[in-house]
Nanobody, 124 residues
Framework: QVQLVESGGGLVQSGGSLRLSCAASGGIFSPYIMGWFRRAPGKEREFVAAINWSGSSTYYVDSVKGRFTMSRDNAKNTVFLQMSSLKPEDTAVYYC?????????????????WGQGTQVTVSS
């Protein structure tokens, strides 16, 4: 059983930056595909980014390309989401998720493990 705990959320002004972290425990971290998702107020949860086991391949939703960077440190069982040029529409609860497999996916249903989320609020 893998447990995921997100941190690093907070309040930031438009144009600012935040770095989210997701620490994993309870299993061997490196085989897992990791993803970030977010749920904005009044909206359904949506895919943000995913990364393969080695960190050599990433996949982003179009709305964050060029602004967000996902990375991982397998020695520390942690993934990161560096968010820059933040916009008010990035305001959401951000969740990390994990799945076994070899392909990056934006489909929530294939991710088995989820964290509780961390709030990111971007003020205009």
């Amino acid at each position: 059983q893998v447990q995921l705990v997100e941190s690093g959320g907070g309040l930031v002004q438009s144009g600012g930056s935040l770095r989210l972290s997701c620490a994993a425990s309870g299993g061997i971290f490196s085989p897992y595909i990791m993803g970030w998702f977010r749920r904005a107020p009044g909206k359904e949860r949506e895919f943000v980014a995913a990364i393969n086991w080695s960190g050599s391949s990433t996949y982003y939703v179009d709305s964050v390309k060029g602004r967000f960077t996902m990375s991982r440190d397998n020695a520390k069982n942690t993934v990161f989401l560096q968010m820059s040029s933040l916009k008010p529409e990035d305001t959401a609860v951000y969740y990390c998720a994990a799945r076994r497999g070899s392909s990056l996916s934006s489909v929530q249903g294939v991710y088995r493990y989820w964290g509780q989320g961390t709030q990111v609020t971007v003020s205009s």
